[in-house]
């Protein structure tokens, strides 16, 4: 050990880029567990999770299994809904 902070003191340039190299390393590790942990390895944040369904609309006539879901339609559906606890929508959206 003495001899390698010895080299280590001595060769400041390599001592250096060997501490960003271990300090970048370290926090993308830190980074994608992180979002990993919070996608995948969590909870979701719902009392019984196995009781989730999706609602989806579909047009047979154009030939397309999912459209999505039109606010209107979502609004109408929670207005009506006789068979679930409660209802709630999210959008998914790429760029």
Known sequence: MRFALR???KN????GLA???LALGISGSVVIFSVF????LRPLPFQD??????LDEVAPKWN???TGVCYDDFFEWRA?????D???VREDSSF
């Open 19 to 21: 501490v960003l190299t």
């Open 37 to 40: 942990n919070a996608l995948f």
């Open 64 to 66: 397309l299994e999912y």
């Open 86 to 88: 409660s209802m709630g």
């Open 7 to 9: 080299q280590l003191l």
């Open 49 to 54: 999770a196995r009781r989730l369904v999706n």
């Open 80 to 84: 009506q809904n006789r068979t679930f």
């Open 12 to 15: 400041w340039g390599f001592t």
